[in-house]
């Protein structure tokens, strides 16, 4: 007798799914995402026409984000009760195929990451001046280790502060750039308001320059006032092994499972990745931190001092390309 097959996804359960992966943090809010379900079978797509062409040329960035998304909607998998098995996919448009299995119950780490999902955010103000206790801050950085790809404290924050401080002069003074980072801040709000873009809130100029987006008005601070604030902050940097597509998704993985366990343990914090798309800055940021591979992002993360306000997100409907799933919600 042959056991029966994994049973199909109901509507239910693929919008839980869907809603699991809007909620992925993305480069400047573009949810480059969407699903095909097939049966147990569940694509994770590339949306097109969202391409940052200034800030993301080769579209790293984007799979950084997808492979976010790949961590919520493997941890929604689970939370159903359901196994499965994450393949990532060598295609433009398939990133990865999350094939669902039989029934089997989420482990109690499953479900707090799962939970951290929908209260994540990124959080680009001064933290709460306390520093996290080295036994929170193992956790967080251990929650993302895995085969090639490596979560480091930096060291060398003089340094470090110096290259960020060189990064957000030229940034802020790329008129490319500035205008890109324009039409994805300034359509969040008014009458052609939509569900993604950085919404002006979460740009607020209290926040620590380099950490949020770089504008034209960011104040750049004394490279030694900057490596003192940093060295207030809680940094860690997601190293891959080598510079792949693989690679870049698999940091993204990795760099949600930092934020969501960072999250489960009542901390805050926001990704930087700006910087390192600057001709020579990646390779210059590994050799003066002596990192143990290519840079993939920077995340700083803290207690809250304030709270950080939402972002908007696309209706769930607009993540399946290939037609009606039922009016999503
Ligand atoms: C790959 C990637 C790169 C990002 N780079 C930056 C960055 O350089 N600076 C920044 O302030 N936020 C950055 N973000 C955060 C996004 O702007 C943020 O996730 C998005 O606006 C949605 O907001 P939320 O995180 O509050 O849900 C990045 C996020 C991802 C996934």
């Given at each position: ?15 839980f799914?869907a809603?699991a ?5 993305s ?12 049966g147990?079978?569940v694509?994770l ?6 391409e ?6 080769f579209?790293?960035?984007r ?9 919520d ?5 689970r ?7 994450v393949?990532?996919r ?8 999350v ?17 951290a ?11 709460f001046?306390?520093?996290v206790p080295?036994?929170?801050?193992t ?10 790809v490596?979560v480091?404290e930096p060291?060398?924050?003089d340094?470090?502060?110096e ?6 002069r ?6 490319g750039?500035?205008r890109?980072l324009e039409?994805w801040?300034?359509h969040?709000?008014g ?11 979460a740009?607020s100029?209290e926040a620590l320059?380099?950490?949020?987006l770089v504008?034209?008005a ?34 993204g ?11 489960a343990?009542?901390l805050v ?7 390192l ?5 990646r390779?210059?940021?590994?050799s ?8 993939q ?22 993540m399946?390309p ?8």
């Amino acid at each position: 007798m042959t056991a029966a097959a994994p049973a199909a996804l109901t509507t239910e359960q693929i919008g839980f799914l869907a809603r699991a992966v809007s909620r992925a943090p993305s480069v400047h809010n573009s949810q480059p995402w969407q699903l095909r379900v097939r049966g147990t079978e569940v694509d994770l797509l590339m949306r097109h026409g969202v391409e940052l062409r200034r800030q993301d040329p080769f579209g790293r960035d984007r799979l950084l984000s997808c492979g976010a998304a790949l961590t919520d909607l493997e941890l929604a998998v689970r939370t159903l009760g359901r196994d499965c098995h994450v393949e990532y996919r060598d295609d433009e448009d398939v990133v990865a195929t999350v094939t669902i299995g039989r029934p089997h119950p989420a482990s109690a780490r499953d479900f707090a990451l799962y939970h951290a999902i929908a209260r994540r955010r990124s959080h680009r103000r001064a933290f709460f001046h306390s520093r996290v206790p080295e036994g929170v801050r193992t956790a967080v950085a251990a929650a993302g280790e895995t085969t090639g790809v490596h979560v480091v404290e930096p060291g060398r924050l003089d340094k470090l502060a110096e290259l960020l401080g060189f990064a957000t002069r030229v940034l802020r003074d790329d008129r490319g750039y500035q205008r890109e980072l324009e039409l994805w801040t300034a359509h969040t709000h008014g009458w052609n308001a939509i569900g993604d873009g950085v919404p002006e809130d979460a740009l607020s100029p209290e926040a620590l320059p380099v950490a949020g987006l770089v504008r034209t008005a960011t104040p750049v601070p004394d490279d030694v006032v900057l490596a003192g604030r940093l060295a207030a902050e809680n940094l860690l940097v997601v190293c891959t092994d080598t510079d792949t597509r693989a690679d870049h998704l698999a940091a993204g993985v990795t760099l949600q499972r930092v934020w969501l366990t960072a999250t489960a343990k009542a901390l805050v914090g926001s990704v930087i990745t700006q910087p390192l798309h600057l001709t020579g800055f990646r390779a210059r940021l590994a050799s003066e931190l002596a990192l143990p591979g290519v840079p993939q992002a920077i995340f700083r993360y803290g207690y809250p001092a304030v709270p950080a306000a939402p972002s908007p997100r696309l209706a769930l409907d607009e993540m399946f390309p290939e037609g009606p799933t039922g009016g999503l919600r």
